[in-house]
């Protein structure tokens, strides 16, 4: 892979370099906000470049406890912090709340719909998680979405399912595959092309989507001023704003990207007319909820805000009445469970991959 890289004095003729990981969606995703960039900066040039990380790399772990976002961010990270590239496109939920030292988020592009969809095995006529009979099995590598959908739907069976857009679609509509649907991210099936295949949408109450779900994030070095200015002309402020207050949430919460942390965002511009940032309010519901699904704590809070400070405090004031009523308890158990059973799947994953190795030799 051929990195390029830059400093704060560049060039006319310099090439920027945006990097992602190696899957087709994170490619079309890179792509969308490299053709925004030409757009916004027609005599500037930009370019693509992709990675395979250790998020991608391991798929015998479920993702409950693997740990958290950086198994897809931190490889890339170093590649940015080296001047290896410029800047790197990622969807935002995979973000950690807490960025290395040196690194920050240049831009927030406007989001997609952040919603969950059910996705149904081809040939089979069902349309919502209701129509699914008891025993039903559904597949979904989220434990944010296993524990909120188990307190609604304690009929179903959930399993975990892992793999890119088109590795699970595979599985699902495999004569042999054991799913009857799948969950997924509405967003990312919009962007591959493949929105025909959404059956229905899954939203709040039922499912709190993601914190960031949707939107995407381009990372900069922060001492990198041309990138900065380049990237001003890609963020969407009223995405920028949610998701900022989303994210605030997340970090005082502390959780991870395979912790049951749900959110539910809406921002509304008191002077219709303003044509930037502009004082607004903001609506944001978070949840939080026990594996089981037995236990669910949420609140919603309206505020007024007028920068990017006001939704950060938001959001922060938002996740302390969610300890405060409940969360921590919850976030203690899970972290508790969570390594109490490390040791026990790491050693089934290694028995797996030796199995797996025996089995390829004698072939």
Known sequence: MSFLHTNGNVSPSHTFTLASRASQLAQIQTNIVRDALQAAHPSKSFSTSFMTTEGDKNQSQALYLLGGKALWTKELEVALKENAVDMLVHSLKDVPTSLPEGCEIGAILEREDPVDSLVVKEGLSYKTLDDLPVGSVVGTSSVRRVAQLRKAFPGLEFADVRGNLNTRLAKLDSPTGVYSAIILAKAGLVRLGMGNRVTSDITAPVLYHAVGQGALGVEIRSDDAVAKELCKALTHWQTEWMCRAERAMLRVLEGGCSVPVGVHTEIKPLNASAVGPTRSRLTITG?????????????????DVSNVHDVDVVGEKLAKILMENGAKAILDD?????????????????VKVVEDTMHAVAQ
């Open 287 to 303: 949840s939080v909820t026990a594996i089981t699904g037995q236990t669910h704590v949420v609140h919603e809070l309206v505020e």
């Open 334 to 350: 899970i972290n508790a469970d969570r390594e109490s059973r490390k040791g026990v799947d790491k050693t089934q994953a290694e």
